[in-house]
């Protein structure tokens, strides 16, 4: 199902989201409570949100409850998880709010700007993450799956993957790069795999 008109910078539309989810946390029958994204969203979300609602005519009711699929994928698959990997993280505060195992590692791909506010309005809000959480900046039209090489990504742990949001932004040929660096780069082979998860190879 298609999203509602974006706004042009990528980074807005991380802003807009957040401000899906702050209204949705404000209502009574809420799918889910993400106490972070009021203050992620700001006035930017706020009026991203406004003006996309305006041109499509009602409110984006799909943006919930994409959230909570998600949080429901990942709570259900918790026990079979070592690590999750966000790409196009935007101000997703999953690692903040949902109750995993503490043993799991995060990573969150996404773009300098969007961790620039994203890390200094939770660390103004005093949020700690509930497991290890990584942030690794990088484009993922490019050579993504090196930084998060870099930032400990385990190869051969079962990892899922998340791409909420994303690929709509982007060209199918974008789209088909941005999941061929990971196969050249075998982070994406382990997937189906998990017994040879090796915790000495993950720098901490
Ligand atoms: C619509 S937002 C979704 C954010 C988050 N997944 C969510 O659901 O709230 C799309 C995100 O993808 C990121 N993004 C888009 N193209 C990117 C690229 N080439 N490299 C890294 N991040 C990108 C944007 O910066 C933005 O944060």
């Not at 700001?42 to 009602?58: I, K, P």
């Not at 079979?80 to 799991?104: E, I, N, S, Y």
């Not at 088909?176 to 075998?186: I, P, S």
Request: hydrophobic fraction near 40%.
């Amino acid at each position: 199902m298609p999203e509602d008109p974006a706004p042009a910078a990528n980074s807005g539309t991380a802003s807009w989201i957040a401000a899906a989810r702050a209204r949705e946390s404000e209502r009574a029958d809420r799918l889910f409570r993400d106490p972070y994204a009021s203050a992620l969203a700001g006035t930017l979300g706020r009026s991203a949100l406004e003006a996309s609602e305006r041109a499509s005519g009602g409110e984006n009711q799909f943006l919930p409850i994409r959230t909570r699929f998600f949080d429901d994928v990942l709570e259900a698959e918790a026990d079979k998880l070592d690590q999750v990997v966000l790409l196009g993280a935007g101000l997703d505060t999953r690692a903040f709010r949902l109750g995993l195992p503490d043993r799991l590692r995060w990573f969150e791909i996404d773009r300098p700007d969007v961790f620039v506010q994203k890390e200094r309005v939770l660390g103004e809000l005093g949020a700690v993450a509930r497991w290890q959480r990584s942030v690794v900046v990088a484009d993922l039209t490019g050579a993504w799956s090196e930084p998060l090489l870099d930032a400990g990504f385990g190869v051969g742990c079962r990892t899922t993957w998340l791409a909420e949001g994303l690929f709509f932004y982007l060209s199918a040929e974008l789209v088909r790069n941005v999941l061929a660096d990971g196969d050249d780069q075998h982070v994406h082979k382990p997937m189906s795999e998990h017994a040879s998860c090796s915790r000495q190879d993950v720098p901490q």
